[in-house]
């Protein structure tokens, strides 16, 4: 069933997938697929900037931007996160613009970005999946896969919980197939 959480064991961590609302996890930092001038914007970004309140695009003003492929952290001001992960993921373009190699740096980023403020808990979005064109399970298998790799390279982080939060269950059921795929059975 889509509302069944899915958890994998990583190591010392553990990757979950989850039907929800990312402004609502209760976790150290969420994710927020931005765009390069971190200006907010609609679907996953428009909702973080608006569930955080003002304070957090005066934030992000005082960072200036961010290029695509990497992240940058703020405060989370109202929401129930600590901290807000600011992804910049590429646009897709048909998959021969490096848009594979950009989406993963920007899930990498998030995360040593992450680690780097002592975060233990993080929850992402399917970063450029809606309206930046980037095909559902193409990405889900690029965030599942440079996800799982981080967290086995570096066991030492402070990340103790990477969770995926999708908004629907076609996009949780895309993301547990290819988590079946990626890092075996839940």
């Known amino acids: 069933m889509a509302d069944e959480p899915k958890a994998y064991e990583i190591g010392h961590s553990r990757i979950e997938l989850v039907q929800g609302d990312i402004v609502e996890q209760k976790v150290d930092a969420i ?9 907010g914007g ?11 309140g003002p304070e957090l695009l005066d934030a992000c003003e005082r960072i200036g931007g961010c290029p695509t492929g990497s992240a940058v952290l703020t405060p989370g001001f109202d ?3 600590k901290h807000v992960v600011h992804a910049v993921g590429p646009i897709w373009e048909g998959g021969d613009a490096n ?3 950009l989406l993963a740096s920007a899930y990498r ?6 680690a780097e403020h002592d975060v233990r808990s993080i929850a992402f979005p399917a970063i450029s999946a809606g309206v930046y064109g980037y095909p559902m399970d193409e990405a889900a ?6 996800s799982e790799h981080y967290l086995r390279t570096n066991p030492g982080s402070s990340l103790r919980l990477v969770r995926f939060v999708l908004f629907d269950a076609r996009s949780f059921v895309v993301f547990a197939r290819a988590a079946e795929a990626e890092l075996g059975k839940a």
């Open 99 to 101: 848009e594979e190699a």
């Open 79 to 81: 929401l129930p996160s």
């Open 109 to 114: 980023r998030s995360l040593q970005v992450a």
């Open 141 to 146: 298998r690029v965030a599942l896969r440079a």
């Open 31 to 39: 994710v927020t697929a931005a765009n390069s001038a971190l200006a």
């Open 42 to 52: 609609g679907g996953v970004d428009g909702a973080v900037h608006w569930a955080a």
